[in-house]
């Protein structure tokens, strides 16, 4: 897994399952950074939304068309040589080959948690289409990265500004003078 300098242009896919901080962590991230910042929630269709709200984990098949928006999204920050941070459960490593289908350009960012810190904190979370009672699916399907990997994994216990210095410390990365937090 990597944890060297990065070579730009690059798009950190901060990845993990529901409820682990991706959304907080990446938006920090994308703030201090100045870079650009995609929620990958919102490029699910409206079928997964309303499967997931019902309780329904999504199949292969559900997740398809999603991640390839997830990739396209990806691949136009690379296109334009422009750095960017997304969101994106990520669970399984054929997914995270749909969206570093080139082989370089992406890293993963695996907010990596207990299911008992990771169930706390969805119990405290409210407004969101998926609830709880899918934690345990989202475990089952996880694929932690592999060693041949490009990412690396930080644990979600300490808080979300904290875990936006550690990634940036691991790869060197330092605040732009635009960057701006939400």
Same mark, same amino acid.
């Given at each position: 897994?990597?944890?060297?300098?990065?070579?730009?242009?690059?798009?950190?896919?901060?990845?993990?399952? $529901?409820?682990?901080? +991706? !959304?907080?962590?990446? =938006? /920090? #991230?994308?703030?201090? #950074?100045?870079?650009? @910042? %995609? %929620?990958?929630?919102? #490029?699910?269709?409206?079928?997964?939304?309303? +499967?997931?709200?019902?309780?329904?984990?999504?199949? &292969?098949?559900?997740?398809?068309?999603?991640?390839? *928006?997830?990739?396209?999204?990806?691949?136009?920050?690379?296109d334009h040589?422009?750095?960017?941070?997304?969101?994106? !459960?990520? /669970? *399984?490593?054929?997914?995270?080959?749909?969206?570093?289908?080139?082989? $370089?350009?992406?890293?993963?960012?695996?907010?990596?948690?207990?299911?008992?810190?990771? $169930?706390?904190? #969805?119990?405290?979370?409210?407004?969101? @289409?998926?609830?709880? $009672?899918?934690?345990? !699916?989202? @475990?089952? &399907?996880?694929?932690?990265? !592999?060693?041949?990997?490009?990412?690396?994994?930080?644990?979600?216990?300490? =808080?979300?500004?904290?875990?936006?210095q550690q990634?940036?410390? *691991? @790869?060197?990365?330092?605040?732009?003078?635009?960057?701006?937090?939400?």
């Amino acid at each position: 897994m990597a944890t060297t300098p990065l070579s730009e242009p690059v798009v950190l896919v901060v990845m993990g399952v $529901s409820g682990s901080g +991706k !959304s907080t962590v990446a =938006a /920090l #991230l994308a703030g201090r #950074l100045g870079w650009a @910042f %995609e %929620e990958g929630d919102a #490029l699910h269709p409206q079928t997964n939304i309303d +499967k997931m709200a019902a309780g329904h984990p999504l199949t &292969d098949e559900d997740r398809y068309p999603w991640l390839e *928006k997830v990739a396209e999204w990806v691949d136009q920050r690379l296109d334009h040589g422009e750095n960017g941070v997304i969101t994106c !459960s990520a /669970l *399984k490593r054929s997914y995270r080959s749909i969206i570093n289908r080139r082989g $370089s350009g992406v890293v993963f960012v695996f907010l990596s948690g207990t299911p008992q810190t990771i $169930s706390a904190r #969805l119990a405290e979370r409210h407004g969101h @289409f998926m609830p709880a $009672s899918m934690l345990g !699916s989202q @475990f089952a &399907d996880l694929e932690e990265l !592999s060693p041949g990997e490009p990412g690396i994994r930080i644990d979600v216990g300490p =808080a979300p500004g904290v875990i936006a210095q550690q990634i940036m410390d *691991k @790869f060197g990365l330092r605040p732009s003078g635009t960057g701006r937090e939400p």
